[in-house]
């Protein structure tokens, strides 16, 4: 069973649309089951039904014409039960109803088993036989195994539309497909898409259209003339070195590229318009495809041998294509793994949204979205990348969603959206140099988090009073080896004078986790309970030491410099960072004759360790700063980065707020100054709950400040102390977030609620 099971697995893989899919399903179980029949019934939910969309044994011609409702015969009763029913006799059994169209009155045993994702019933997978036939467990859990599998390949069909498509091919409002990702940068914009693919990456090459076919079909021959004059080099050379048994496979590659084999193919695509790369990637991809669906270890094998054919023709197609000059004014930049190098290729002023299948938050192109301001959603994997050339899409940051083909309706709320967003930002402008007063004249301080040197400057023109989190991993990552001294001195220097006299909190590098730097990769299988942060400081004193000293030296002068260190999860930890830095300044000071004020150095507290240690941990800190970004990973143990369950991922949890409320009073018992620097600082909601908790100091990123301002200056503490006492007793952060809401939204501050009202 379990081998059946895999050639399922490879062949729905290497199938080349969902259809094909459907039909392999059916056709591989009732084969593997030896029974009389398989289908697939999927749920429609335009009209709350169960259409018949496979079938292997029923009349072929009721496929896509039979629709069931939930109380409709058996297939009802496994749907709505949530689980699967095995009958010897099923005409006996009250619910079995009959559809003629079907041809099924010939069966007469049934087990079916229903098809589920996250919780969703997305169909119903049904084997049946003419004789009397007990299905056993063994056949019963192979089913629920096959459902089980099925039901990803499923949930992703509907995700992307294909499936609301296939049930109701003339409705056009299943046009609009809607691809979830990890909202990174916040804001809206619709425009055309353009594919940013890297070099000789075969998935990467868009579905490009073209006039010139002749021009086509010559560069194809080029490139491949260009391949085969390599390889037979390489042969040539191999003489002596491999057997001829083992040359034989450089003929073989040479053979693949003639007209009657893959080169025949793709100059076919290539009629039918396309252009020759995409031609050659569309060919050379079925083909690996089908490779490794094969059974023979042998043959499967010989899948990468022609990925790597398909890699060596698509650089010389690559080498010819001329650098593309002329760009849409409202580019939607869209890419399978986009990086900062990306930005290279267009020209900035013209990108007005970000979209890449690969990617989370952390990564550097969400951090640069976010500094530059332009929208962006990282990790939207079912996004077709490659074929959305041309097409105009909307990306709403807020909402971490992109939708392709936008219906006029949904394209008119967007545009009414940015338009009132234009006024908001225009409007909130001239809060820049008001201070952050409540309602009740209680002073809070707004500081910023950075981390490149354009957020330092978007800060500084909105008011920013002090730097609380400036991220040193992100210049870290811009580069292809560790920074030196020198060239850490010189940014950190930067930051410190463009805030001067204002403070400074840099923190020490915080990598591992999802934030890898390219020249030191951590392979782990839990990175984020694993080396990251102060471990990893700790564990190469060589790296942290040359940071400290860095920081230290850059603030001789202006002496406005905090030291953060992040991750601490124990005492021992916080006293060992504490005494290097000592160390350092030591060094500096009395040994080299450097003029430096000893900084105040803090402590992060993100995780839940750190709550229950709050009071020691103060004690030995000139300050804390809160991480709720890690804080609220950590507590409800959520990947913070994971899609999948975003939806459990909230800082309005009970126990995240009795958490803070707790770090709150053991800091102040402490007389230890206490900020805090996560994401919910820079949330009007959060915002709001944190100076109720007791926080006076918020650092957000420089978009979100004057956000937070407006509210603010909106509302009294007293006002959000009351709510707090409200919230405080709620049972989940639903709850929570829809009292803060309701209650907050007054008609000055309502604009700013925008983002909630859409999750
Ligand atoms: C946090 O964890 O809340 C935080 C501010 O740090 P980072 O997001 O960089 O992990
Ligand atoms: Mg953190």
């Given at each position: 069973?379990?081998?059946?099971?895999?050639?399922?697995?490879?062949?729905?893989?290497?199938?080349?649309?969902?259809?094909?899919?459907?039909?392999?399903?059916?056709?591989?179980?009732?084969?593997t089951m030896d029974t009389g029949m398989c289908s697939v019934y999927l749920y429609n939910p335009k009209d709350e039904n169960y259409a018949l969309m496979a079938t292997d044994g029923l009349n072929p011609d009721s496929v896509g014409k039979v629709f069931l409702s939930s109380k409709e015969g058996l297939v009802g009763l496994v749907a709505?039960?949530?689980?699967?029913?095995?009958?010897?006799?099923?005409?006996?059994?009250?619910?079995?109803?009959?559809?003629?169209?079907?041809?099924?009155?010939?069966?007469?045993?049934?087990?079916?088993?229903?098809?589920?994702?996250?919780?969703?019933?997305?169909?119903?997978?049904?084997?049946?036989?003419?004789?009397?036939?007990?299905?056993?467990?063994?056949?019963?859990?192979?089913?629920?195994?096959?459902?089980?599998?099925?039901?990803?390949?499923?949930?992703?069909?509907?995700?992307?539309?294909?499936?609301?498509?296939?049930?109701?091919?003339?409705?056009?409002?299943?046009?609009?497909?809607?691809?979830?990702?990890?909202?990174?940068?916040?804001?809206?914009?619709?425009?055309?898409?353009?594919?940013?693919?890297?070099?000789?990456?075969?998935?990467?090459?868009?579905?490009?259209?073209?006039?010139?076919?002749?021009?086509?079909?010559?560069?194809?021959?080029?490139?491949?003339?260009?391949?085969?004059?390599?390889?037979?080099?390489?042969?040539?050379?191999?003489?002596?070195?491999?057997?001829?048994?083992?040359?034989?496979?450089?003929?073989?590659?040479?053979?693949?590229?003639?007209?009657?084999?893959?080169?025949?193919?793709?100059?076919?695509?290539?009629?039918?318009?396309?252009?020759?790369?995409?031609?050659?990637?569309?060919?050379?991809?079925?083909?690996?495809?089908?490779?490794?669906?094969?059974?023979?270890?042998?043959?499967?094998?010989?899948?990468?041998?022609?990925?790597?054919?398909?890699?060596?023709?698509?650089?010389?197609?690559?080498?010819?294509?001329?650098?593309?000059?002329?760009?849409?004014?409202?580019?939607?930049?869209?890419?399978?793994?986009?990086?900062?190098?990306?930005?290279?290729?267009?020209?900035?002023?013209?990108?007005?949204?970000?979209?890449?299948?690969?990617?989370?938050?952390?990564?550097?192109?969400?951090?640069?979205?976010?500094?530059?301001?332009?929208?962006?959603?990282?990790?939207?994997?079912?996004?077709?990348?490659?074929?959305?050339?041309?097409?105009?899409?909307?990306?709403?940051?807020?909402?971490?969603?992109?939708?392709?083909?936008?219906?006029?309706?949904?394209?008119?709320?967007?545009?009414?959206?940015?338009?009132?967003?234009?006024?908001?930002?225009?409007?909130?402008?001239?809060?820049?140099?008001?201070?952050?007063?409540?309602?009740?004249e209680h002073k809070i301080s707004l500081w910023v988090n950075t981390g490149l040197r354009i957020d330092a400057m978007l800060s500084l023109d909105r008011g920013a009073e002090g730097v609380g989190l400036y991220r040193t991993e992100i210049p870290f990552l811009m580069l292809d080896r560790f920074p030196s001294e020198e060239e850490q001195?010189?940014?950190?220097?930067?930051?410190?004078?463009?805030?001067?006299?204002r403070t400074v909190t840099m923190r020490t590098l915080d990598i591992g986790g999802d934030k890898d730097l390219p020249y030191f990769p951590i392979d782990e299988e839990n990175p984020f309970l694993g080396w990251r942060g102060i471990r990893i400081c700790l564990d190469h004193p060589e790296i942290f030491l040359v940071q400290l000293r860095?920081?230290?030296?850059?603030?001789?002068?202006?002496?406005?410099?905090?030291?953060?260190?992040?991750?601490?999860?124990?005492?021992?930890?916080?006293?060992?960072?504490?005494?290097?830095?000592?160390?350092?300044?030591?060094?500096?000071?009395?040994?080299?004759?450097?003029?430096?004020?000893?900084?105040?150095?803090?402590?992060?507290?993100?995780?839940?360790?750190?709550?229950?240690?709050?009071?020691?941990?103060?004690?030995?800190?000139?300050?804390?700063?809160?991480?709720?970004?890690?804080?609220?990973?950590?507590?409800?143990?959520?990947?913070?980065?994971?899609?999948?369950?975003?939806?459990?991922?909230?800082?309005?949890?009970?126990?995240?707020?009795?958490?803070?409320?707790?770090?709150?009073?053991?800091?102040?018992?402490?007389?230890?100054?206490?900020?805090?620097?996560?994401?919910?600082?820079?949330?009007?909601?959060?915002?709001?709950?944190?100076?109720?908790?007791?926080?006076?100091?918020?650092?957000?990123?420089?978009?979100?400040?004057?956000?937070?301002?407006?509210?603010?200056?909106?509302?009294?503490?007293?006002?959000?102390?009351?709510?707090?006492?409200?919230?405080?007793?709620?049972?989940?952060?639903?709850?929570?977030?829809?009292?803060?809401?309701?209650?907050?939204?007054?008609?000055?501050?309502?604009?700013?609620?925008?983002?909630?009202?859409?999750?």
């Open positions: 069973m379990l081998d059946s099971l895999r050639t399922i697995v490879q062949q729905v893989n290497a199938a080349k649309d969902f259809s094909e899919v459907l039909r392999l399903i059916v056709h591989l179980v009732k084969q709505s039960r949530a689980e699967p029913i095995n009958l010897e006799e099923a005409e006996a059994h009250p619910n079995f109803s009959f559809v003629p169209e079907t041809g099924e009155q010939r069966f007469r045993s049934f087990l079916g088993a229903p098809i589920i994702h996250q919780r969703k019933v997305l169909g119903v997978l049904v084997v049946q036989q003419q004789e009397q036939r007990r299905f056993d467990e063994s056949e019963e859990s192979f089913l629920v195994t096959v459902s089980a599998q099925l039901a990803g390949v499923i949930a992703h069909a509907d995700a992307t539309g294909e499936l609301g498509r296939l049930i109701n091919p003339k409705d056009e409002s299943f046009f609009e497909r809607i691809y979830e990702g990890v909202a990174s940068a916040p804001g809206v914009a619709i425009g055309s898409v353009v594919v940013v693919a890297p070099p000789a990456d075969l998935k990467a090459v868009p579905i490009r259209k073209t006039d010139d076919v002749d021009a086509e079909r010559c560069l194809l021959r080029q490139a491949m003339e260009q391949t085969k004059r390599d390889i037979r080099a390489l042969d040539d050379s191999m003489v002596g070195k491999l057997s001829d048994e083992e040359r034989a496979l450089f003929d073989v590659y040479v053979r693949m590229l003639d007209d009657h084999a893959l080169g025949g193919e793709v100059v076919s695509l290539i009629d039918e318009g396309i252009t020759a790369q995409s031609a050659w990637a569309q060919v050379v991809l079925k083909h690996v495809r089908m490779f490794r669906s094969m059974k023979d270890a042998y043959l499967r094998e010989r899948a990468s041998d022609v990925e790597d054919l398909g890699h060596r023709v698509l650089a010389y197609l690559q080498q010819s294509e001329t650098k593309r000059t002329s760009f849409p004014d409202n580019m939607v930049m869209v890419g399978e793994e986009l990086s900062a190098a990306s930005f290279a290729d267009v020209p900035l002023e013209k990108v007005a949204a970000i979209a890449s299948v690969k990617g989370s938050r952390n990564s550097h192109m969400a951090i640069l979205g976010r500094a530059i301001g332009i929208p962006t959603v990282m990790g939207v994997v079912d996004l077709p990348w490659g074929g959305l050339e041309g097409e105009e899409v909307v990306v709403d940051g807020h909402n971490g969603q992109v939708v392709v083909c936008p219906s006029d309706e949904l394209r008119e709320a967007y545009s009414q959206q940015i338009y009132e967003e234009k006024l908001l930002a225009a409007d909130l402008e001239k809060l820049s140099d008001e201070p952050c007063i409540t309602a009740d001195r010189k940014a950190y220097r930067e930051q410190l004078e463009m805030f001067a006299p860095a920081m230290m030296r850059a603030s001789e002068g202006l002496n406005n410099l905090s030291i953060l260190l992040p991750m601490i999860s124990n005492m021992p930890e916080l006293e060992s960072a504490l005494e290097l830095v000592y160390q350092v300044y030591d060094e500096l000071t009395e040994e080299e004759g450097y003029q430096i004020e000893m900084p105040n150095v803090g402590a992060m507290i993100e995780l839940p360790a750190a709550v229950y240690q709050i009071r020691e941990l103060a004690r030995r800190v000139d300050f804390l700063s809160v991480g709720t970004n890690d804080l609220t990973q950590y507590l409800l143990a959520v990947d913070r980065n994971n899609p999948r369950v975003a939806g459990l991922y909230h800082t309005c949890h009970p126990s995240v707020l009795r958490a803070l409320w707790a770090i709150s009073e053991g800091a102040k018992e402490e007389n230890t100054p206490i900020s805090v620097c996560g994401e919910m600082a820079g949330d009007p909601i959060g915002a709001v709950l944190l100076i109720a908790l007791g926080f006076d100091v918020l650092s957000m990123s420089a978009t979100n400040l004057l956000k937070v301002k407006a509210i603010l200056r909106q509302v009294s503490l007293a006002e959000a102390k009351q709510l707090l006492e409200e919230v405080m007793v709620m049972p989940d952060a639903q709850s929570v977030s829809k009292h803060m809401e309701k209650a907050l939204k007054k008609p000055e501050v309502a604009g700013l609620f925008r983002r909630a009202e859409l999750d």
